[in-house]
């Protein structure tokens, strides 16, 4: 082959290779580009269903404490809601509403929180706002019971520590 032959070949050669360089840089563009929607869709997706599962959450928390109130004053039990405001932000650490639910049977006070899960900072809360009732009431407090399909190890850590009652399974309450 003929020097001209093979200059001309390798000019050719030069040529696709420029186009096969713009083409993957181009497409090294398009995948960051791809990258960057997709870390955008990931972000928004999980925020709008932490939202929805949040407001699930609350909802069958809401509902299965109505139910239990009901269920409980039928068999005989006092069940009511003590709601009432901290002004001097003991519980939260600013003025806040305070809610819990209080069982009594036969003079003793069981206090109820219901929890779509349980972790160890909701165990805290929880002892705070049972602390705060039988400040505000003077009602002594025989048990502390936290009522949640879900709770994390820690949370049950802290639970036995404070005297908490930790129901994952209703079978387990007595």
């Known amino acids: 082959m003929p020097y001209e032959e093979l200059a001309a070949a390798q000019a050719r050669t030069e040529v ?7 083409a993957v840089e181009a497409l090294a ?22 939202g929805l599962g949040a407001r699930w959450g609350l909802q069958t928390e809401e509902a299965f404490q109505h139910g ?5 004053n039928e068999v ?4 009511e809601r003590f709601l009432t405001w901290d002004t001097s932000g003991e ?20 206090v109820v929180e219901i929890k779509s899960a349980l972790d160890r900072a909701n165990t805290y809360l929880f ?9 505000q009431t003077g009602h ?12 994390d190890e820690r949370a049950k850590e ?17």
């Open 16 to 22: 696709r290779l420029d186009r096969l360089i713009g």
């Open 29 to 50: 563009e398009a995948q960051k580009r791809m990258q960057d929607e997709l870390t955008l869709f990931r972000r928004t997706f999980q925020a709008q269903v932490g």
């Open 68 to 72: 239990i109130r009901t269920i409980l």
């Open 76 to 79: 005989g039990f006092t069940a």
């Open 91 to 110: 519980v939260f650490g600013h003025p806040e509403q305070v809610e819990l639910d209080v069982v009594v049977q036969n003079g003793k006070v069981i």
């Open 127 to 135: 002892n705070r706002k049972v602390e705060f009732y039988t400040r």
């Open 140 to 151: 002594q407090v025989d048990r502390k019971v936290v009522v949640a399909p879900y709770a």
């Open 158 to 174: 802290v639970a036995q520590r404070l005297g908490i009652e930790v129901c994952t399974d209703v079978a387990e309450f007595k």
